[in-house]
């Protein structure tokens, strides 16, 4: 079967990939689209770094085609997305409401691909970027059938991750101000979080100006191409800043951008061994930085929910989806990617 395929020096989308039977507590999916996630780009740069080979892809939807002993709650034919978060259910964190927590599903790879006999592992227990892929049951949900492949594909990481950080983890109220630092992907995906909680004034704050007009169209009541420009908007400060670019100098911006109680919430990825700084004294008015794991989720619930914001309008997938691909045009997907020419690309099977 074809996937893209990581080997350490170069990518590459093969057609030689065996994927092996779901096991007890296991589902095998046919997978149908899944979303370019620059978590994935961020593997073969080496800014997240995971043993290789490795099949990419983390943020995919598709269709059972198997089921191993002890599942219930799918069946084969049902479509479902699938999140990345492989937690043991059994934990005390998972057991407090915490699966994002969950020890036993973060840094232990699988390895249930192979080609030509070579064990290959899987990226953040999930690798979409495959015809096929075998995940733990209490990865996969299932959704609604009316719902496109591309666009359900992107609730499992990018609208998890930027709408659950909103919700879940800053916890954004009615009223309240948000500043959005970069628009991509998981900037959008904040914005409408931000817009659905109720707040008031949302900032969105991204270098390049033609994303003001999906910006907007997200959430955004304003829009600025630095953050320069927020204290005008915002004279005492924001409630909440989320910083989705991954650079050390924004989240400082970030920190200082925050008013009496505000929130600086750290989305981007930075190389590993970043640090930021910041001016201690100023955190003593009840300021916090908050990191945030995967939009603090629960995806067996929060998957259901945003699929049903999205039948009821309220939630935008089918504007995330710029761009979709042919698998075998990963590269161009990817190009595309890094030139910001897309919000979210997918490939498809």
């Avoid at 970043?274 to 300021?287: G, I, Y």
């Amino acid at each position: 079967m074809r996937g893209v395929l990581f080997d350490g020096q170069r990518v590459e989308v093969v057609d030689d990939l065996e994927v092996r039977d779901p096991g007890p507590g296991e589902v095998r999916v046919a997978i149908s689209a899944a979303g370019l996630c620059h978590s994935d780009l961020s593997v073969v740069d080496g800014t997240i770094p995971f043993p290789v080979p490795v099949v990419l892809g983390h943020e995919g939807a598709g269709v059972v085609e198997a089921v191993g002993d002890g599942v219930t709650h799918v069946s084969v034919g049902d479509h479902v997305a699938l999140s990345t978060l492989a937690n043991c259910g059994t934990c005390a964190d998972c057991d407090r409401g915490r699966p994002t927590m969950c020890r036993r599903a973060i840094g232990r790879p699988g390895q249930p691909f192979t080609q030509g006999g070579r064990p290959v592992f899987q990226f953040a227990c999930n690798s979409a970027f495959a015809e096929r892929t075998v995940v733990k049951a209490v990865q996969v949900v299932r959704i609604p059938k009316d719902i496109s492949m591309p666009s359900a594909a992107l609730i499992g990481c990018g609208v998890l991750t930027g709408v659950g950080a909103v919700l879940n983890r800053a916890k954004v109220d009615r009223g309240d101000s948000v500043v959005v630092i970069g628009t991509g992907g998981i900037g959008l995906n904040v914005l409408q979080g931000a817009r659905i909680a109720g707040a008031l004034r949302i900032v969105a704050v991204d270098a390049n100006p033609a994303k003001e007009a999906v910006a907007r169209q997200f959430g955004a009541t304003e829009f600025l191409t630095s953050t320069e420009g927020v204290r005008e908007l915002l004279p005492t400060g924001a409630d909440h800043v989320f910083e989705c670019v991954g650079r050390v100098e924004l989240v400082r911006q970030a920190v200082g951008l925050l008013d009496r109680h505000g929130q600086a919430v750290l989305l981007g990825m930075p190389p590993a061994g970043a640090e930021a700084s910041f001016v201690v004294a100023s955190m003593f008015l009840d300021k916090s930085i908050l990191g945030c794991r995967y939009g603090s989720s629960r995806p067996q619930r929060d998957i259901a929910l945003y699929a049903q914001l999205y039948r009821d309008g309220r939630l935008l997938l089918d504007e995330l989806v710029t761009q979709t691909y042919p698998v075998e045009e990963f590269e161009r997907a990817a190009a595309d990617a890094e030139a910001g020419k897309v919000a979210r690309g997918v490939l498809t099977f």
